[in-house]
């Protein structure tokens, strides 16, 4: 099965208290990109989406666009699974770096994020349109193997 971009959508609106930062517009310019890209969803064996990653390769780095675990299933293990595939993808496509962007009010993510091995390099200001709320940007350095 295929995800669609409703799924996408209503699982934005259950991580996001109601809010959806991205568009039906947005993810169909991500996923019909003609940049590399890998966008993955998890589902259960009852095929609902319970997770998703979206990612896109520039120049030596791949860039995390999007990633959202359902309430119900986080602390599990799955956001973990989901970067490690996009970190996989990158290595195959030879780049040096994971980067993303993250709410600074998102510790959680943050926690997340730093245990994976990812460190903040900048904060963006007002980077949230719907309440300029500043980003922080994290990088992972890829080890070369």
């Known amino acids: 099965m295929d995800c669609d971009t409703k799924e996408l959508i209503a699982l934005e609106r259950d991580v996001y ?3 959806t930062p991205w568009t039906k517009s947005a993810f ?3 996923i019909h990109s003609p940049i590399p890209h890998l966008y993955l969803c998890l589902l259960t064996e ?3 989406i319970v997770g998703f990653i979206g990612s ?5 780095d791949t860039h995390i666009t999007n990633i959202a675990v359902a309430n119900l299933y986080q ?3 799955i956001g973990h699974l989901l ?3 996009v970190k996989n993808f990158a290595i195959i496509n030879d780049c040096k770096t994971l980067s993303l962007e993250v709410r600074v009010s998102n510790a959680d993510a943050q926690r997340l994020y730093r245990r994976l091995g990812f460190v903040a390099s900048n904060i963006r200001k ?4 719907e309440n300029n709320e500043d980003a ?3 990088i992972k350095q890829l080890e070369v193997e």
């Open 56 to 60: 896109r390769l520039i120049g030596n």
């Open 136 to 138: 922080l940007d994290m």
């Open 75 to 77: 602390n599990r293990g």
């Open 83 to 85: 970067i490690d595939e």
């Open 46 to 48: 009852e095929e609902q």
């Open 126 to 129: 007002n980077y949230y349109t």
């Open 17 to 19: 208290f109601g809010e």
């Open 28 to 30: 169909l310019s991500e």
